[in-house]
């Protein structure tokens, strides 16, 4: 059953919309961040951190439904969103960690406005929804994953 599950969600991700094809970027609206490392990136999505030099950063998630979102965990930590959800619900459980807010849509409008209301967020994007009213904290490379 597992293999089937894995084999599904390979499938969807291989043959949803062009634009989860986009590289991903990390953004934020504020210049108080520093631009991120690889490792940082990952222990921010991982939930093992949560200040960058000092600053508590809060973190936004696209929709649950989202292929985008899907397409991110599995090409940054090699999760599904099921496994994400797991292993969420239990940091949050223990007090370990408060979970990203999750978006109500998944278009640069609404991310722009949370942003705007947390000086301190930050999300991914696929690259081609960058504007010039962002600042890139990290940029995957073709090669990036796990």
Known sequence: MRIVATWWMF??????????????????????????????????YRGRLTHINGTHVQLADLPAD?????????????KSP?????????QSFSGKFIPPYELYNEDMTTISQ???????????????WISDQVR???????????
Request: glycine share 4%; with cysteine; proline share 6%.
């Open 66 to 78: 989202s292929t985008i979102r899907a397409h991110f965990y599995h090409r940054l930590l090699g």
């Open 11 to 44: 499938c969807c991700l291989l043959f949803s919309t062009p634009c989860i094809a986009d590289p991903f970027a990390i953004i934020t609206k504020t210049n108080a961040l520093p631009l991120l490392t690889d490792t940082q990136v990952k222990m921010l």
């Open 114 to 128: 949370w942003l705007d209301e947390h000086p301190n967020g930050i999300i991914y994007v696929p690259q081609s």
């Open 82 to 90: 099921t496994q994400m959800q797991a292993i969420r619900a239990r």
């Open 136 to 146: 890139i904290l990290y940029r995957f490379s073709d090669g990036d994953s796990q």
